[in-house]
């Protein structure tokens, strides 16, 4: 099946510095790119949809200055959290959906989904 | 607004017996609806996807389709304990397939 890999699977960084994670489809093209933030305890919450060669677009409320999204080609999606502070712990998963759905079909795939904690 | 709902649980389900698990959607429009299982601290799995009215089955789960009444089930025959999880629902609504989430149930299967 369609696999989407993360990484780094976890992070620890200090406060007021960047970090970044990356999506990979690793055998198939990915049109769009989903990232989600999840609390604990709390459900996945959509942060932005990120297409490739174009601006991601960024749900309501989720700082597009603060959360850089780049999806520069059909396999590698890239999410930087600048400047981080303690409140933006979390954990960060990205999806993916397949060019034609030849191999996933109409389905969307998550990556491991990566742990920052911001100390 | 779209929204999915889902009862948060947790529903207690003794070894063996059958879990049900519901979940309603608002948009009428919706296309495809999607079962994930998520274990503490992991990402999202697919379980299920299913696109037409009625029952499709795969092993011990069988999801079930009713877009008259706007909802969407799944059931887990024999549960084990590792069954044990959040199960989240998913619905498709749009062209660029966003999906809309419920909140998840969490399912607790007892040896």
């Known amino acids: 099946g369609a696999v989407v890999s993360q990484h780094p699977s976890w992070v620890i960084c200090k406060s007021g510095t960047s970090v970044k994670i990356e999506c990979r489809s690793l055998?198939?093209?990915?049109?769009?790119m989903f990232w989600y933030r999840q609390f604990p305890k709390q459900s996945l919450m959509l942060m932005a949809t990120?297409?490739?060669?174009?601006?991601?677009?960024?749900e309501q409320g989720v700082e597009k200055d603060k959360f850089l999204i780049n999806h520069a080609s059909l396999t590698l999606s890239t999410l930087t959290v600048t400047s981080a502070h303690p409140e933006d712990s979390s954990f960060y998963i990205c999806?993916?959906?397949?060019?034609?759905?030849?191999?996933?079909?109409?389905?969307?795939?998550f990556g491991e989904g990566s742990w920052l904690t911001v100390v | 607004q779209k929204e999915v709902e889902q009862n948060s649980g947790p529903l207690s389900v003794p070894e063996g017996a059958i879990a049900s698990l519901n979940c309603t959607y608002s948009?009428?429009?919706?296309?495809?609806f999607f079962w994930y299982r998520q274990y503490s601290g992991k990402s999202p799995e697919l379980i299920m996807s299913?696109?037409s009215n009625g029952d499709k089955e795969d092993g011990r789960f069988t999801a079930q389709l009713n877009k008259a009444s706007q909802y969407v089930s799944l059931l887990i025959r024999d549960s084990q304990p590792s069954d044990s999880a959040t199960y989240l629902c998913?619905?498709?609504?749009?062209?660029?397939?966003?999906?809309?989430w419920g909140a998840g149930t969490k399912l607790i299967i007892k040896p």
């Open positions: 999806s993916a959906r397949e060019i034609g759905g030849r191999i996933s079909g109409n389905t969307i795939y």
């Open positions: 055998d198939f093209q990915a049109t769009t």
């Open positions: 990120s297409n490739e060669g174009s601006k991601a677009t960024y």
């Open positions: 948009d009428r429009g919706s296309q495809s």
């Open positions: 299913i696109y």
């Open positions: 998913a619905v498709r609504t749009d062209s660029n397939y966003q999906l809309i």
